[in-house]
C-alpha cells in the first residue's frame, strides 16, 4: 500500500516551453504533498508543501510564479515548471502524508528527470 | 540550521560484509531522525526511525541509533546482501509543529556476490 507515482519519468524541453509533472497516491488520499528538487550528487531540497484545496506554501528562494503547484484533489498535485530555462534541469520527487499521519510519514514517488535544451 | 552530513559514496561491499554509513546532524531543539533507501527506479522509501535520544531504530537487519551526545545516527548492518544495492539518505524532521524533512547527499551502496 501507499504508492504514489509521478509522470513523465522523464522529460525533455526546448528552453521558454512549460511543463507539467503529475504526482498521484494511488491507493490513499493525501491531504499533504510535497515537492523536492534534487541535482546531481546533492540531497533533496523541499520546494513546497501543499495541502488539498489550498495555495501551496514555498520554501525560502523558491519562486511561486515559476514553480506553479497545484493540489485540486486527495489524489493529486501537479508541479508546472513555467518558462523553463536549462538551469532549471534536475530531478523532481514528490511525497504524500495521509490524513491521520504526522508528517514526517511521508511516500515517495519514482521522480521526474527533466532536462531543458 | 538544520542540515544533515553523511558520509560520501559509492560504497562497495562484497556479500555478506558489514556495513556501516555514518550520518550527522545539526539541528535545534530534538529532531526525529530517519533513514530511507531507495532501489533503482524506484521512489524512497522509509528504512527506519528514531524520535528521541536512544532510541534504536530497526529493520530488515539494519539498525541505526540516536546519539544525542555525538548527534549521530549511522546505520549499520551486520552482514549485507546484493538485494541491500540501493542509494540510502539520512534524514531528519525539525518538529515543534514544522515536520519538514532535511535529507544528507545520500550514499550509494553496491554489494557485490
Known amino acids: 500500500g501507499a504508492v504514489v507515482s509521478q509522470h513523465p519519468s522523464w522529460v525533455i524541453c526546448k528552453s521558454g516551453t512549460s511543463v507539467k509533472i503529475e504526482c498521484r497516491s494511488l491507493d490513499f488520499q493525501a491531504t499533504t504533498m510535497f515537492w523536492y528538487r534534487q541535482f546531481p550528487k546533492q540531497s533533496l531540497m523541499l520546494m513546497a508543501t501543499?495541502?488539498?484545496?489550498?495555495?501551496?506554501?514555498?520554501e525560502q528562494g523558491v519562486e511561486k510564479d515559476k514553480f506553479l503547484i497545484n493540489h485540486a484533489s486527495l489524489t493529486l498535485s501537479t508541479l508546472t515548471v513555467t518558462s523553463a530555462h536549462p538551469e532549471d534541469s534536475s530531478f523532481y520527487i514528490c511525497?504524500?502524508?495521509?490524513?491521520?499521519?504526522?508528517?514526517?510519514?511521508?511516500?515517495f514517488g519514482p521522480g521526474t528527470r527533466l532536462t531543458v535544451l | 540550521g538544520n542540515s544533515v552530513t553523511q558520509m560520501e559514496g559509492p560504497v562497495t561491499l562484497s556479500e555478506e560484509a558489514f556495513l556501516t554509513i555514518n550520518c550527522t546532524y545539526t539541528?535545534?531543539?530534538?529532531?526525529?531522525l530517519f533513514w530511507y533507501v531507495q532501489y533503482p527506479g524506484e521512489g524512497l522509501q522509509l528504512l527506519l526511525k528514531?524520535?528521541?535520544?536512544?532510541d534504536k531504530g530497526s529493520n530488515k537487519g539494519f539498525e541505526a541509533t540516536y546519539r544525542k551526545e555525538t548527534t549521530s545516527f549511522h546505520l549499520e548492518k551486520g552482514s549485507v546482501q546484493v538485494s541491500d544495492s540501493a542509494v540510502y539518505f539520512c534524514a531528519l524532521s525539525y518538529g515543534g509543529g514544522s515536520e519538514k524533512l532535511v535529507f544528507g547527499k545520500g550514499t550509494k551502496l553496491t554489494v557485490n556476490p
Open positions: 501543499s495541502n488539498e484545496g489550498s495555495k501551496a506554501t514555498y
Open positions: 528514531a524520535t528521541k535520544a536512544d
Open positions: 539541528a535545534t531543539g530534538y529532531p526525529s
Open positions: 511525497s504524500a502524508s495521509a490524513a491521520g499521519m504526522s508528517y514526517n510519514e511521508q511516500f
